[in-house]
């Protein structure tokens, strides 16, 4: 079974408007990780956001947030006001306390940001 | 602090060729990773380095050998490229616990012909 789940290849979103991009894990181990990354057209992976298994409030950094939820399994990233800049590929990952350093990444969304 | 450094950045072998990759972090952690990128396949983890002295298979470890040199370097081998190795190929480190992200290097872009 896939460990990280990206299901939009490809989004769209008007600029200054808010996206969300979804993403789904498979784990059992209790602790655990969630990660999102932003892959730009130049190729670096830049880190934006983590949760943790135990955080009881959802992950906030600048203008991105997670929506954790944690029963539903799913790490979504919510952009709000996008910007021009933020057209790239969106990478979640999952790293597992018990595996302890093994990242496991989904396939990624790419989101385009429209004038 | 140069964070996580990646040599060659571009490279173009022949079948059969052999080359190494070299990846350094002056971060101090403990662990490092190499993966992959292929278009449509995200990252995909072919070896990785828990601590200096130690290495384990990831997902797609074939055709591929690794060397944890010391605990700032961490280098990947192909003995004899072939054209399914042709990737965009990432050096991450990380600490070894479960709430530290991983630091990318800039990526080696490698064409197999």
Not at chain 2, 81 to 104: I, K, M
Request: one cysteine or more; proline letters at 4%; a neutral charge.
């Amino acid at each position: 079974a896939q460990k990280i789940t990206q299901t939009q290849p490809g989004m769209f979103v008007q600029e200054k408007e808010a996206v969300t991009l979804d993403c789904t894990y498979d784990t059992s181990d209790p602790s655990y990780g969630l990660f999102w990354y932003k892959q730009p057209s130049s190729g670096e992976m830049i880190f934006l956001i983590y949760q943790g298994s135990y955080d009881q409030q959802n992950a906030t950094e600048g203008r991105y947030s997670l929506n954790f939820q944690k029963a539903r399994k799913s790490a979504n990233l919510v952009i709000s006001a996008s910007q021009l800049g933020d057209s790239a590929m969106y990478f979640c990952a999952m790293r597992e306390a018990n595996t302890g350093n093994q990242f496991y990444f989904g396939t990624g969304t790419s989101l385009t940001v429209i004038p | 602090n140069a964070g996580v450094t990646q040599t060659p950045k571009f490279q173009v072998l022949k079948t059969g060729q052999s080359m190494t990759l070299q990846c350094a972090q002056d971060m101090n952690h403990n662990s490092m990773y190499w993966y992959r990128q292929d278009p449509g396949m995200g990252l995909r983890l072919i070896y990785y380095s828990a601590s200096e002295g130690t290495t384990d298979k990831g997902e797609v470890p074939n055709g591929y050998n690794v060397s944890r040199l010391n605990k700032r370097e961490f280098s990947l081998r192909l003995e004899s490229a072939a054209p399914s190795q042709t990737s965009v190929y990432f050096c991450a480190s990380s600490e070894g616990v479960a709430y530290n992200e991983q630091f990318f290097g800039p990526g080696t872009r490698l064409t197999v012909l």
